[in-house]
Structure formats: C-alpha cells, structure tokens
C-alpha cells in the first residue's frame, strides 16, 4: 500500500514540476532562446528578429530596465556581427542611458558600452564622433586603473587618429598603450597592436631608427611566440629590412632580405608572385651597392618568373581565340609569345603546351612545315629534359636476324 501511493505521488511530482518550472520563465523566453540559437547557426539577422520579438514582448510586460539591456546587447550584437552598423549604434546609445541609470556615469559598465558605441562609429567613417566616445571611455577607465579594455581603447583611438591624419596624437596614444601592454600580465602578443602601427608612422615619416627599434621588439616578440620560420614574420621582417636599407645599414640589413626570400619561398612556393617581388627589392639592395655581381642573377631570375606568368596569360587567351576559331589572331599571339619567350631565355622543355598549341595553329592555317619545325623543337626539348633527369628509356635493340 505504501509502494503504491509513493508511485502515485512520483506521478503527480513529474506532472506538475514541468508546468511549475515553465511558470517560472518570462514570456518572452521562447524568443530569446530562438535568438540564441540563429546566432550560434551564423543566422545573424534572423537572431536580431527574434530579439526584437523578445525585447517587444518584454516591454509590453513592462520589464525593469535591467531585465531590457541583456536582451538589447543580444540584439546588438547580433546588428553588429550582421553589419549593420547604423542599428547597431542605435541600439547601444539606448544601452547606454541604461547602464547610466543602473550603474552611474564613472563606472565600467558605461565605458564598455561606449567602447563599443565607438567602434560602430568607425564603422560608420563617422571618425571624429568615435574619437570623442573613445576619449570618454578612456577617462573612465584611467580613473579606475591600468586594464586591458584601457589598453585596447588607447590603441584604438591611436588607430583614429592615424586615419584623421593625427600622427603626433597618434604616437602618443600608442606610445601610452604599449606601456600599458607591456605592464599587463598574460597579455601575449596584443602589444603588436600598438607596436606595429606606431612603427609604421615612424617608417612613414622617415624617423627610420625609432621604427628599427620597434620592428625589432615586435620581431623578438614574434619569433619567441612563434619560431624563427614561421610566416606571420614576414611583414614584421620585410618592414625591418625596408628601414635598415634606409639608413644604409647594408651588413644588418642582408641578413633579414635573405631570410625574407627564403620564407616567401617555404611558405607561398618558389614561382609565387611575391617571390619575385622579393627579389626585385634584393636586385634594388643590391643595386644600390653596386654589387652589381649579386643583383644580376636575382634580377634574370624576376624576369623568367614574370616572364612565365605573362606567357601563361597569353596561353590562355590564345586557347580562347583557337576555340573562337580566330587562328590569324592566335598565330600572331603566339608569334609574340615565342619571341618573348626567346628574348627572356626561357627554354623550350617550360614551353611544351605553347609550342604543342603553336603547331596546332600553323597546321590549320595549312603552314605544315612550320608546323613540323616547332614539333621538332618540342621534342629535342623534352629528349633534353629525359636525357637531364635520367627518364630516357634506351633505343630497343634491333632484333637478331
């Protein structure tokens, strides 16, 4: 009997706790979990639908001003990863005069939420109205003490006022932000993001020692961070050899140009286009010292490498006239690339579909022997190449008579 009525009792509790436990949620809860939900999808504006479906339903309850703001900075977030800027500002200016009311006007809550009002303000190109919201942020949190949001803040408004053209404003912003970094605890790498701007300027500027210092630091910081092969050094490393070829530091900078190439090399493949780039930088180094016995094979070694990216261009238009059945224009097309080709000394064995495709054209405008010419050069080509590699199958034998 008493088995029975505790059965009976468990029946009842399974029954009405679902019920007691939904009493307990607001009305606009379904709204506010579909909205989560659209988010965590990447489904941005069908997540700021539904908290705008949750923040009506909970102003019609008459909801505290509390219970309002989670839900705005939901939906603000949701505009702003959207890319709507505008509403997104809208939706934070309201936040704003909330967290004043809730928390004062010389608190962290009010600083985050005008943080975030600049940054959608620079979004906006609406820099000047960034920078004021940014300077009151600032403010803020100066008075409350060093942080990592005041660090970041600082180095975003030295970015706005790089963009105003504010460079001197700019330095010294960066300059406090990466004081302000360096005295942070676990901060990591996020110095680089003052330090490498600030760098830049001094580079701009032609203040070439100040920017060897800071190009230095940054690269210590890298390589310590990241190795000494890693290719999120190249920028930092490209920079650095710019300014120490600048002040004619030739023996410090040839180290950091050799490792450049070297890393555009591993990291992006040996015909990349900023390979070449590279190299025309070294040939200027170079130049510039009148090693002229240095610069020259870098210099042919640009040329073949533009040279065959530009015959490979011509290829393709020249595939494009053949299928148009436009063979004088292909004939003259691949006239001209053969003599490029010859001009530059790119050897035939790279030149195998051009040439195979150039007899393909010939032969339809009935000029066979030229045809058989050009065959003959694709095949002594790639004879060569076997013969260079160690691939040529031997001449069967002649069978016994």
């Known amino acids: 009997m008493r088995s029975w009525m505790t059965l009976v009792f468990l029946l009842l ?32 504006m069908q997540a700021a639908e539904q908290y705008a479906a949750a923040l009506k339903k909970a102003e019609e309850q008459q909801a505290s001003t509390a219970t309002l703001l989670p839900i705005l900075r939901l939906r603000a977030s949701a505009l702003r990863t959207s890319g709507d800027a505008a509403a997104t500002e809208e939706i934070l200016l309201r936040c704003m005069d909330i967290v004043t009311s809730l928390h004062g006007a010389s608190g962290p809550e009010l600083a985050a939420v005008l943080s975030e009002i600049a940054i959608v303000q620079r979004a906006q190109d609406h820099r000047d109205q960034a920078d004021k919201t940014l300077g009151k942020a600032i403010e803020i949190r100066s008075a409350i ?11 975003i408004r030295g970015a706005i006022k790089h963009e105003m053209g504010e460079d001197d404003l700019a330095v010294s912003l960066y300059l406090q932000a990466i004081a302000f970094w360096g005295a942070l605890p676990d901060s990591g790498l996020h110095i680089l993001t003052a330090l490498d701007p600030l760098a830049s300027i001094y580079r701009d500027q032609l203040k070439y020692p100040l920017a060897e210092e800071n190009y230095r630091r940054a690269l210590r910081l890298r390589e310590a961070a ?8 190249i920028g930092n490393i490209d920079s650095l050899a710019y300014v120490l070829f600048g002040q004619k530091k030739y023996a410090d900078a040839e180290p950091y140009y050799i490792r450049l190439l070297a890393l555009w090399e591993t ?8 390979v070449a780039l590279t190299l025309d930088k070294m040939v200027e180094f170079y130049n510039d010292q009148k090693l002229y016995e240095k610069s020259e094979p870098l210099a042919q070694r640009s040329l073949m490498m533009r040279t065959r990216i530009l015959i490979e261009s011509f290829h393709r238009s020249g595939r494009i006239l053949i299928g148009e059945k436009r063979f004088e224009d292909a004939l003259a097309l691949y006239e001209r690339v053969v003599r490029i080709a010859g001009d530059a000394g790119v050897p035939d064995e ?4 051009v ?9 339809q405008l009935k000029r066979v022997g030229e045809a058989t010419t050009i065959d003959r050069r694709v095949r002594e080509a790639l004879i060569n190449k076997a013969d260079r590699d160690g691939t040529r199958l031997p001449r069967p034998k002649p069978l016994a008579q």
């Open 145 to 155: 003490g060093m942080s990592e949001e005041l660090a970041r803040d600082l180095t």
């Open 226 to 233: 990241l190795g000494p092969k890693d290719p999120e050094l």
């Open 355 to 363: 040439l195979r495709t150039y007899a393909l054209v010939l032969r």
């Open 13 to 44: 509790l399974f029954l009405i706790a679902p019920r007691v436990a939904g009493a307990d949620e607001p009305a606009w809860a379904p709204e506010l979990a579909a909205g989560k939900r659209a988010f965590a999808a990447g489904e941005y």
């Open 267 to 274: 990291s992006a493949g040996p015909e990349h286009p900023m």
């Open 350 to 353: 790279q030149m195998d579909g």
